[in-house]
């Protein structure tokens, strides 16, 4: 079956650096993406990886490596207002997006 | 102006009642989506179209029906409410199906509770 994995909670320091890791096993690979969700709304896109490597984007950065099954998102320099779930899913053979629960990531003062 | 509206925002109904929860997007994306997130926070595809085109259909009761009149809506209808159908709806659309690129918006979310 196809699988995405991604710790279920994760706190952090306001003004740090944390990584939310992901792994997947799908039928097919055709794109890695990474969403954010804040408490009670919608998901709202963040990166695209389909290539190894890093794509930077301001504070936030993800990484892929299609050999490992794996990526990661970076966060930097963290605010109050990351507070929220980020979603990881991976677009399959059929370009089906297949999602992960999702992480939740606290921001302490 | 919205990119992706959905009504109604929340829906609170009986077991057996039937509703529908419509779905709009105003950016000219050929490809929409529904999708269920139950309490556990899964997002669970059920639904996709291109332009018009039914593509996925995932394993949900047949009880659920979508309807996409045009290529900007794609409304859910849901008979037969039961309790396990309580969850938040989004409503979603991308450019297209198959392109590299393909950022999908996401509605606000339809909250719809059966009692």
């Known amino acids: 079956g196809q699988n995405i994995d991604q710790p279920t909670e994760m706190t952090a320091t306001e003004g740090a650096i944390v990584q939310i890791n992901c792994t997947y096993q799908?039928?097919?690979?055709?794109?890695l993406f990474w969403y954010q969700q804040h408490a009670g709304e919608a998901p709202t896109f963040l990166s695209y990886?389909?290539l190894d490597g890093l794509e930077e984007k301001g504070r936030f950065s993800s990484f892929l490596s299609r050999s490992k099954g794996y990526s990661y998102l970076l966060l930097k320099e963290l605010q109050m207002k990351d507070s929220a779930s980020y979603l990881c899913?991976?677009?399959?053979?059929?370009?089906?997006?297949?999602w992960g629960a999702g992480t939740k990531l606290i921001i302490k003062p | 102006d919205t990119a992706v509206s959905q009504t109604p925002k929340y829906l609170v109904t009986q077991m057996g009642n039937d509703k529908s929860i419509k779905c709009e997007q105003n950016?000219?994306?050929?490809?929409m989506y529904w999708y269920k997130q139950d309490s556990k926070k899964f997002l669970k595809i059920m639904f996709s179209?291109?332009?018009?085109?039914?593509?996925i259909n995932e394993t949900v009761p047949n009880r659920f029906s979508p309807k996409s009149p045009d290529k900007a809506h794609l409304n859910l209808h849901i008979n037969s409410l039961e309790l396990g159908d309580s969850a938040v709806y989004f409503c979603?659309?991308?450019?297209?199906?198959?392109?590299?690129?393909?950022?999908?918006?996401f509605g606000p979310g339809t909250r719809l509770t059966v009692l």
């Open positions: 979603a659309s991308s450019q297209g199906f198959r392109e590299a690129y393909n950022e999908q918006f």
């Open positions: 950016l000219g994306h050929d490809t």
């Open positions: 179209y291109n332009n018009k085109e039914l593509i």
């Open positions: 799908t039928s097919g690979f055709n794109g």
């Open positions: 990886n389909v």
């Open positions: 899913a991976v677009r399959d053979s059929n370009y089906q997006l297949i």
